[in-house]
T-cell receptor
Framework: GQSLEQPSEVTAVEGAIVQINCTYQTSGFYGLSWYQQHDGGAPTFLSYNALDGLEETGRFSSFLSRSDSYGYLLLQELQMKDSASYFCAVESDYKLSFGAGTTVTVRA | DVKVTQSSRYLVKRTGEKVFLECVQDMDHENMFWYRQDPGLGLRLIYFSYDVKMKEKGDIPEGYSVSREKKERFSLILESASTNQTSMYLC?????????FGPGTRLTVL
């Protein structure tokens, strides 16, 4: 089966940089993706890494190392609206399995 | 824009009832998923389907079944609802561009 580990909570101030790490164990790995979920809302897709390296999308970047079974999501220039839960998810053999999520709290 | 819709936002059912949760996507995606989300547990995969009439068990399929008669529609069935199935149910569909979720159905079983 699949297992994913990510921190449960992170707190930072506006303008700061936050890195959310994700380690995983799976067979038949295709890629690692990241999702944001605000309270009461559905998860929304942020980024996807199938190959090693960094993918940048505006203030958010995602990194993958397949050999280390490790990835991270980098949130830069934090804004209050970035307060949300962030999930990493592993795609393998048509399945998409999620971690338990990291709650990011941004303080003024 | 990709749109994934779910038949109900809120649903209240009684123990033992048969419950149908419907999900429809309009982007011709082959892969569709059903998850439940509970506090502290993240999203847990119940069932998924990678083609019409194909279905695969996820991590927690017990007490659930699914149906995919048409590509755009993926239904989750609770054969006999129990109180431990009270949860938020999320449907998703995916392509190479990413995975897109419906708004969720909050099901309460009394």
């Amino acid at each position: 089966g699949q297992s994913l580990e990510q921190p449960s909570e992170v707190t930072a101030v506006e303008g700061a940089i936050v890195q959310i790490n994700c380690t995983y164990q799976t067979s038949g790995f295709y890629g690692l993706s990241w999702y944001q979920q605000h309270d009461g809302g559905a998860p929304t897709f942020l980024s996807y890494n199938a190959l090693d390296g960094l993918e940048e999308t505006g203030r958010f970047s995602s990194f993958l190392s397949r050999s280390d079974s490790y990835g991270y999501l980098l949130l830069q220039e934090l804004q209050m609206k970035d307060s949300a839960s962030y999930f990493c998810a592993v795609e393998s053999d048509y399945k998409l399995s999620f971690g338990a999520g990291t709650t990011v709290t941004v303080r003024a | 824009d990709v749109k994934v819709t779910q038949s109900s936002r809120y649903l209240v059912k009684r123990t033992g009832e048969k419950v149908f949760l419907e999900c429809v996507q309009d982007m011709d995606h082959e892969n569709m998923f059903w998850y439940r989300q509970d506090p502290g547990l993240g999203l847990r995969l119940i069932y998924f389907s990678y083609d019409v009439k194909m279905k695969e068990k996820g991590d927690i399929p017990e007490g659930y079944s699914v149906s995919r008669e048409k590509k755009e529609r993926f239904s989750l069935i609770l054969e006999s609802a129990s109180t431990n199935q009270t949860s938020m149910y999320l449907c998703a569909s995916s392509s190479q561009r990413g995975t897109f979720f419906g708004p969720g159905t909050r099901l309460t079983v009394l």
